[in-house]
């Protein structure tokens, strides 16, 4: 076959498209291939150099008769590419042939190198590099191979009640009843052993201890100065249940925002200086396709002067490029997850965020959202209209005289105005002291803090979330029934 390969040779290098001069680096061409393998598949040419010159290969019949015995020798469980050779007719130059291996997505994998086995050789394609897979990837990789999904799993040492059975009233149970079946139906709970458990999918979800279970299941927002992560200038970190944590950090990114009016006949309408609608479906993407099995990061919104970065802990699966996922094309990581906020109506559609996503910067007059995968998972960077400098915001909106007056009374009886104001804190939600720190405003966790939580747990006002794990850096207060007693009486 002849052919000018115009299309192939002028395509950059990526996750489905590699160049190599030739076999001298017989390791470094598996480990391309195994990464083909293992991810989206991919097409290897040989005899093509870095600057796209066709060079050719020597002896076309016995190189691919070598490629062919590397490849069986080398790849486990055995892989089974397509190897053509062409004949490219060069300007003002002999012909010249090349190979084209081209590696599907493997339903045999995850494959490796055969010299260095499973653990140390498994490789994914990572734009257009290969890098070794870590352990949260490979477990993942064998789940798939076995036919299991991680947040169906269940959970044996737990029981039903370590998950929020009232906030899940609160969110699903509006005309319907929430009974077992329907938990089951959902798959929040599912039978082991004769007993009803929680699935990691329902701790996810719903759990009253997520993160000791799954350390990396929060979110991480940040309000840089400029256009780079070197100024913070305000950060807050998110714990609340996946379906609670849509809104928190929509009004963290909203707290950095600008606000207009626009009135048209009938009412006034509110008008943001950043694509909410837009951002509102990359929130719920994000944390609908992250990988929680995954350590070491976790879900990221960075609010930047020009722009908002989301990132999600996990790289696409299998199969999944992000050209893929640009037109359409989705893959569901987590189901359980994903029904759920199907049911709470966070999702209009399965399938088709990623595209409205696009449709909607197109519509704005934005320029295109980036989608990439980086070193911890995947990266939408959504690009803003206008520069949004960082302004001076208060940290807490000033008190009405009525409010005000009733946490002085709440002060007097306590005896310390810091204490009357963390209750307070903790009547709205369950925090941290890191968390109470930052709403009080302060940069730290200041002695005073600690010497008033103390107060107040030794008073039975305030109660630990884990009290078996006092010094757990998952450590949270909530306040207790007496805490909300005290709290009414002061109430005007």
């Known amino acids: 076959m002849t052919s000018a390969l115009p299309p192939l040779l002028l395509a950059p ?4 498209l590699e160049f190599k001069r030739d076999l001298s680096s017989p ?46 020798d080398g790849i486990a469980p055995r892989l089974r590419p397509s190897v053509e050779l062409l004949s490219v007719q060069r300007p003002g130059m002999a012909t010249a042939t090349v190979l084209v291996v081209e590696v599907f997505p493997s339903s045999a994998r995850p494959h490796c190198l055969s010299a260095l086995g499973p653990e140390q050789g498994m490789y994914l394609r990572l734009g257009s590099s290969n890098r070794q897979a870590g352990p949260d990837w490979i477990a993942e990789a064998r789940r798939a191979a076995a036919g299991l999904v991680f947040d169906e799993q269940t959970m044996p040492e737990l029981g039903p009640d370590a998950i929020d059975h009232t906030a899940i009233a609160r969110l699903l149970g509006a005309g319907q009843p929430l009974d077992t079946a329907r938990l089951q139906t959902l798959k929040l709970l599912r039978p082991e052993q004769g007993r009803l458990v929680p699935t990691q999918g329902a701790v996810l ?4 201890a997520r993160e000791q279970y799954f350390p990396d299941a929060w979110v991480q927002c940040g309000r840089f100065r400029g256009h780079d992560k070197v100024h913070i200038f305000d950060q807050h ?13 929509e009004l963290f990114l ?14 006034r309408e509110d008008l943001w200086s950043i694509p909410l609608a837009m951002l509102r479906e990359a929130i719920v993407n994000a944390l609908v396709h992250a990988d929680y099995a995954q350590r070491g990061a976790p879900m990221r919104v960075a609010f930047f002067d020009d722009r908002i970065d989301i990132e999600s802990p996990g790289y696409l699966l299998p199969g999944m490029t992000v050209q893929d996922m640009k037109s359409g094309t989705s893959r569901i990581r987590n189901p359980v997850i994903t029904r759920v906020f199907r049911e709470l109506g966070l999702i209009e559609q399965w399938g088709s965020g990623v595209k409205r996503i696009f449709a909607e910067a197109a519509a704005l007059g934005l320029p295109e959202p980036q989608l990439e995968e980086i070193a911890t998972g995947v990266r939408l960077r959504v690009w803003l209209g206008n520069v949004q400098s960082v302004r001076e915001i208060p ?25 009357a104001r963390l209750v307070v804190l903790l009547q709205a939600q369950e925090s941290g002291k890191a968390a109470l720190a930052h709403a009080l405003g302060h940069r730290s966790v200041s002695g005073e803090l600690h010497k008033q939580v103390r107060r107040l747990l030794e008073m039975r006002l305030i109660e630990m979330t884990l009290p078996d794990k006092p ?16 709290l009414e009486s002061t109430q005007p």
Request: aromatic share 4%.
């Open 237 to 249: 970190e998110i714990h609340a249940h996946l379906p609670d944590a849509v809104t928190e950090i």
């Open 254 to 267: 909203k707290k950095h925002a600008f606000k207009t009016a626009r009135f048209g006949a009938m009412r």
């Open 13 to 16: 290098e990526g996750k489905t």
């Open 395 to 419: 940290t807490a909106a000033p008190a009405d005289e009525e409010r005000q007056e009733s946490i002085s009374r709440l002060g007097s009886r306590l005896g310390s105005p810091l204490a």
């Open 471 to 486: 010094n757990s850096r998952l450590q949270r207060y909530r306040l207790t029934p007496q805490g909300r007693a005290l």
């Open 205 to 208: 979800l719903f759990g009253k």
């Open 27 to 72: 390791r470094n061409v598996l480990k391309t291939l195994v990464a083909f393998a293992n991810s989206a598949g991919g097409k290897l040419v040989i005899g093509v150099d870095d600057a796209r010159q066709v060079l050719g290969v020597a002896d076309p019949l016995d190189e691919e008769e070598r490629i062919c015995n590397l490849i069986a």
